[in-house]
């Protein structure tokens, strides 16, 4: 990609399009290291003001970390595949580990999780979903995870305090069998899901459990449950950074009713 002065885009745009370019392309791999601030200065004629200008956009956009004063390198990418459909799913999880730390070990990676449960007035969404009276309190658990030592996504679930309380999901470490069983036990089997997707920037909060560069922006997956009668007993949030996750979901064609 050719840089000039001449172009309709500054030159630090023009700089960062160059460099990122040879990263789609696989000329500059992950953990390379990208050249110096001197060195790029004196490619492109520029001012290190410039220079630096384009490796920020850079890691603005998730694919260069700085790592100083060793300079900036490639970013190493192994996305999280989210899978919504596999929530309800049996699957032989160990008796000491829940479904998340599991799935992930399995795959030679390092996953664990920070669990805080506390009693709290529900956010107006998450009462309007679980069609809570006024002044109702719910349980939240509230989990930050984490892969190879990156916070990864947030994942808070709500239930409403008068059905759970005094069970092991107001204790704040892992469920191994899962909250969702934990509920099917207390007879509040959930038999359907209403999956709702966000895209959208991050809130301050999440910016900070999320440890989230500028201008990254997540996608909100909300889960309600329900049980067989229709009563809405968990509502799930999910927070997922854009550049740690691949959602994929999976569909399968019904076969048409022959009677009808």
Not at 105 to 112: L, S
């Amino acid at each position: 990609m050719t840089v000039t002065r001449l172009g309709r885009n500054p030159m630090y745009q023009q700089i960062a399009d160059a460099l990122r370019e040879q990263i789609t392309s696989g000329k500059l791999e992950p953990d390379a290291k990208l050249p110096t601030e001197a060195e790029l200065r004196d490619q492109y004629g520029v001012s290190r003001e410039t220079v630096r200008k384009s490796l920020a956009l850079l890691v603005n956009e998730g694919l260069v970390v700085s790592a100083r004063p060793q300079g900036h390198f490639v970013r190493r990418r192994r996305p999280m595949v989210f899978r919504p459909q596999a929530e309800f799913r049996k699957r032989p999880y160990s008796p000491e580990m829940d479904a998340f730390t599991t799935e992930y070990a399995a795959e030679g990676r390092e996953p664990r999780q920070e669990i805080e449960v506390a009693i709290v007035e529900p956010p107006d969404e998450v009462s309007k979903r679980l069609r809570l009276e006024p002044g109702e309190l719910v349980a939240v658990r509230k989990r930050v995870r984490y892969l190879d030592g990156e916070p990864f996504n947030i994942n808070d679930s709500y239930f409403p305090l008068a059905l759970v309380r005094d069970s092991e999901i107001m204790r704040p470490e892992d469920i191994a069998r899962g909250a969702n069983q934990v509920l099917a036990e207390l007879g509040y089997r959930q038999e359907r899901a209403l999956d709702e997707l966000y895209i959208r920037m991050p809130t301050p909060e999440q910016v900070h459990r999320l440890d989230l560069g500028p201008g990254t922006p997540v996608g909100i997956h909300v889960v309600t449950g329900h049980t067989a009668d229709g009563k809405p007993v968990r509502v799930a949030v999910t927070v997922l950074p854009g550049d740690r996750h691949v959602i994929s979901y999976e569909r399968q064609r019904e076969e048409p009713n022959e009677d009808a």
